[in-house]
């Protein structure tokens, strides 16, 4: 978000405090069981990131079981990789912006000296660093809904496109989204410190106006990336995971095998609904329906599929990272 010049220092401070408010979600949130025995409509009521999009996609619709620790994994490796140096250093900005608000210019003068000093500790650790994370947020969409409710509303989407109603279409398809957002902010070593530097001489020139448009357009640079997980493939893969000593095992009982196969049926409602939403490509779709089948296949022959799971955590990181092909980095 770019704050214009224009706007008072005190406004921009009042503003930009929302945007840095490091928000953690708790555990039970991120990392649900993945229960084959859970009641939907527990699952469905607990909590408020579940969302239904109008008409066909809330109907019929049953809640899959939420992935297991490897979300979890993702974001905590994330969040260890916030550089403490440089969070006070943009907090020290903040301070500076702040104080410049209240015409106290040796204040500010000082905090950008403080912020300039982490800034040099950063670099001096990693001097090849280019990005350093400062926050972590997690959003979370998860439709709850069938394959079949999703291709209907795609359909009358595309019909809607057809007809020119463009804000039809975008209504229908608004919510049709499965995944964990994870963005992580952080500060471009390559020009942030130096406008930090350029701010603090302007202040010593007596054009705390001009300081603070630099320190703005600073903070306006930061560097958001974001990684889209797709809960229908975590939830497919968590799926086969618990499947996969069952169909190992050539000696399992009746009551095992029905569990397996419904766990391999499970998980190919999940991949059915990572196709309909649009999540990664048809080629690594097609790969992943050719594993499952052959899984399926040794299960409904009371064989042991062992040898036949080894792929498929190389086969889900493809699928993953190719639903993550379109997404750039942002400033701002």
Known sequence: MFLSPHRSPAAAVTARRHRFTILALGASLLLAGCGGDANPSDQAAAGDTATAPADAANTNATAAPAPGGDLGEQLAAKRKTLVAEAISALQETEAALALLAGNDKPGAVEALARATGKLDIVL????????????????????????????????????????????????????????????????????????????????????????????????????????????????????????????????????????????????????????????????????????????????????????????LGELFGTANRNSNASQNPKVG
Do not use: C, M, W
């Not at 959003?139 to 009358?156: E, G, N, Q, S």
């Not at 594993?291 to 022959?301: F, N, S, Y």
């Open 124 to 311: 001096a650790a990693d001097p090849k660093l280019a990005l350093a994370p400062i926050d972590v947020r997690v959003a979370i969409h998860d439709v709850v809904t069938t394959p079949d409710a999703v291709k209907a509303l795609r359909t009358r989407a595309e019909a809607a496109l057809d007809d020119g109603r463009l804000q039809d279409a975008r209504h229908l398809i608004a919510d049709l989204a499965s995944e964990h957002v994870i963005d992580v902010t952080s500060l471009p070593l390559a020009t942030y410190p130096a406008a930090i530097k350029q701010a603090a001489a302007l202040l010593h020139d007596d054009k705390p106006g001009e300081a603070v448009v630099v320190l703005e357009t600073a903070l306006s640079t930061l560097i958001v990336e974001q990684t889209v997980i797709p809960l229908p493939l975590a939830r497919a893969e968590a799926l086969l995971a618990r499947a996969q000593p069952l169909s190992e095992n050539p000696q399992r009982s009746a009551e095992e095998q029905g569990t397996l196969q419904r766990l391999l049926a499970d998980a190919r409602i999940q991949l059915d609904l990572a196709r309909a939403l649009g999540y990664t490509t048809k080629a690594d779709l097609d790969a992943l329906y050719d594993a499952l089948k052959a899984i399926e296949d040794k299960a409904d022959a009371k064989e042991s599929g062992k040898g036949l799971f080894d792929r």
